[in-house]
């Protein structure tokens, strides 16, 4: 049998196979079955009946149906009006809350005198909260190790200053899970405000395990101490920064961005601690608010930031240098302002862990800040132009609509007048003097000089968490 023979009789028993299963057989020319007919109307049917009833409901429904195009975009603008009432009130719900609190001094929720700790207390922020603190009538242990970053003669004023406004002063590393535990214990602390911290951005790239050393081991050892004495009724405040936001393009810089481009180590320490702030809540109910700084200013500040050398070398006729040929602008916030929003922080009622923005919403050219600081010196630069640091940013500018609700939060003071106080402390104090390596440690250890040892058992204390 020959292959067409054979093609022909297969064709033959394959369609004689068909016939029988009553199937519609692939290559033939059969109709349908009786079956198929039947299912074949009964979807055709099926298909005329759903276009029958959307005609209907184009027609008859289109009124009473709150998703017509009209109606939605009635219900937008409604949507929209309230929105922007809700904003005005809002808005003048938070004048009048701040208002409030600025007046009394109380913070609204405290009607009692606190036991606060503030970690880096004799850092430019941790005095001024401190100050704040004692003025309000709370009871302040301050807790430092001194380091010597920056000029420690400028640490012991601040010192000299919160021991004379009645703070007590301990001297000691956080890293040192055995002296902290001791404090927390021994004074019974009701709240904790966490400033100690490797601080700069640009002595991260010369010193990089110092800022994981300070600035992540530190703040772990502290969650788990107040997890292992149980202290999680109240929230733990701490120094988070506008670093974290890194090279994010999105401004203002908002509390939802992601943080996944961080310009500099610093900023991921910053970054890792609100991580691990959230991990400690998820495991031990810890609650926390992060505050993210933005390039805070004023009188006792650092003599490492732009505005304190700048101010020095203008006074002294150096020439200053303007990174990123002076196109960066930034957030200054003044020192009172950021105090405000730290102690509200500390008193305001949380349910987790929070990031809270605390700047001043008013990005300020660095040309302009050069001109505001000639003026208040009375003299002309001299600039030097210089690319772009390392690790730097073109821009930070703040958005502070969290701050506002949850805090009441509303800096007030201007460019103009924060400079201008800085630049009257400034002369009064000889901030010259605080400028350089030789002035790091030229006066007597002050912790030796206080007349009652404090806890000497702790400060010899050398156990670890």
Known sequence: MNSEEWYSDYKIH???????????????????????????????????????????????YDKGNPFTKNNIHSMQNQNHTSMLNNVRLHRQSSESIRAHCLRDKSYASVSMQQR?????????????????????????????????????????????????????????????????????????????????????????????????ESNVKCFVVLCEALARLNMTSNHLVYASSSSVYGLNTKFPFAESDTVINPASLYAVTKASDELIARAYFDLHQLKSIGLRF??????????????????????????????????????FTF?????????????????????????????????????????????????????????????????????????????????????????KWFVAEDGSSYMYPKNVSKKPNMWQQQKKPFLPSILQSTSKI
Request: net charge positive.
């Open 14 to 60: 394959h369609l004689e196979f068909c016939r029988m299963k009553r199937v519609v057989c692939c290559g033939t020319h059969k109709p349908f079955t009786m079956r198929s007919q039947a299912m074949y109307i009964i979807l055709i049917m099926s298909i005329l009946s759903t276009i029958m009833i959307i005609v209907t409901v184009l027609l008859f």
């Open 116 to 212: 606060i700790l503030v970690t880096g207390g004799a850092g430019f922020l941790g005095m001024h909260t401190t100050m704040r603190l004692l003025k309000l009538g709370h009871s302040v242990i301050v807790f430092d190790s001194m380091n010597s970053c920056y000029s420690t003669d400028l640490k012991h004023k601040r010192v000299e200053k919160m021991r004379t406004a009645g703070a007590i002063i301990v001297h000691g590393n956080v890293c040192d899970g055995g002296v902290l535990r001791e404090i927390l214990r021994t004074y019974r602390i009701d709240r904790v405000i966490h400033l100690a911290a490797q601080a700069g951005v640009r002595y991260s790239l010369e010193a990089p395990l110092e800022y994981i």
């Open 294 to 331: 933005f390039t805070v200013y004023g009188p006792w500040g650092r003599p490492d930031m732009a505005y304190y050398s700048f101010v020095h070398n203008i006074m002294n006729n150096i020439s200053i240098p303007v990174y990123n040929n002076g196109q960066s602008m930034r957030d």
């Open 335 to 423: 020192i009172d302002d950021v105090v405000d929003g730290i102690i509200s922080s500390l008193f305001i009622e949380i349910a987790s862990s929070e990031i809270i923005n605390i700047g001043n919403n008013k990005g300020v050219k660095l040309m302009d800040f050069v001109t505001i600081i000639e003026r208040n010196v009375g003299k002309s630069a001299h600039i030097e132009y210089k690319a772009m640091a390392k690790g730097d940013v073109p821009l930070t500018y703040a958005n502070i609509e969290k701050a506002k609700c949850m805090l009441a939060y509303n800096p007030i003071t201007t460019i103009d007048e924060g400079i201008s106080k800085f630049v």
